[in-house]
């Protein structure tokens, strides 16, 4: 559904679809634009210390399979764990995509949980921005740091749901709360999306929109989940418009009324 609902703005430019997917862990490329498809996502975001956009000729490129023309590849830096190696890393993929300024940084701090390092973060974005990228930024779910972040001039701000790829779902939603309330730039859930409930209560805590890879790559049918995805994620978006009704602790508020009931 391509309505003023769901549309996404990052860095001036307008989505139709607040899902962002990734592209790898899948069986093969067919797999993966079937997948893409079945989402509706219009960003997609590659790793490219780990995917072939050009860098290694003669392999099977990716572009191939997502042409830039149809989607807007946003190239990431997974697998950096210092600011330099991801700022060279970025500066390899924008000149791999023709000058290509949106970016998606990550550094992380170790190989075990992945989770990002902050300082390396904080350090290598004031890079990237001063040299021209547009930068959307994976980050702990710290809302100080993530101000940070925004005062830095990262065009979006993506706190981690839980690990990366370990499909737990939001293990702290307050904190993603703080993080909506506090930010005037797009924050996005990244990372630790695993089934459709959990993408529509990112949304329904206000975020701007969700980032995922695993869940759909390991579902046993990738193309089917990434549809339910899709779904979840409108539903989510269009719930937190609506507003929810309040929560009544200890108390029913009957749906029919109780005033002029037969025989009373």
């Given at each position: 559904m391509d309505t003023e609902t769901h549309r996404l703005t990052i860095a001036g430019r307008a989505y139709g679809s607040r899902l962002l997917v990734g592209t790898g862990k899948y069986r093969d490329f067919a797999e993966t634009r079937a997948a893409i498809d079945a989402s509706g996502a219009q960003i997609v975001t590659v790793a490219i210390r780990r995917m072939n956009i050009g860098q290694n000729?003669?392999?099977?490129?990716?572009?191939?399979?997502?042409?830039?023309?149809?989607?807007?590849?946003?190239?990431?830096?997974?697998?950096?764990?210092?600011?330099?190696?991801?700022?060279?890393t970025l500066r390899l993929g924008r000149e791999l995509l023709d000058g290509h300024a949106l970016c998606k940084l990550e550094v992380l701090g170790d190989p075990g949980s992945l989770f990002p390092n902050m300082p390396e973060t904080l350090k290598a974005a004031e890079i990237l921005v001063r040299d021209g990228f547009q930068v959307m930024v994976y980050c702990a779910d710290d809302p100080i740091q993530a101000r940070m972040l925004e005062d830095i001039g990262c065009v979006a701000v993506m706190p981690l749901a839980s690990l990366i790829g370990s499909g737990m779902g939001i293990v702290n939603p307050w904190n993603l709360r703080l993080i909506v309330d506090a930010l005037k730039v797009p924050v996005l859930v990244d990372a630790g999306v695993g089934t459709a409930s959990d993408a529509a209560v990112a949304m329904e805590l206000g975020c701007d929109g969700v980032l995922m890879n695993t869940a759909i790559a390991h579902a046993r049918n990738p193309a089917l989940m990434a549809g339910a995805m899709k779904k979840a994620v409108e539903a989510g978006r269009e719930a937190f418009l609506a507003g929810r009704m309040a929560r009544k602790y200890y108390a029913a508020d009957p749906s029919s009324p109780a005033a002029g009931l037969i025989g009373s």
């Open positions: 000729p003669g392999e099977p490129n990716l572009l191939d399979a997502l042409p830039p023309s149809r989607f807007t590849i946003l190239p990431n830096t997974a697998g950096c764990f210092t600011a330099e190696d991801a700022v060279r």
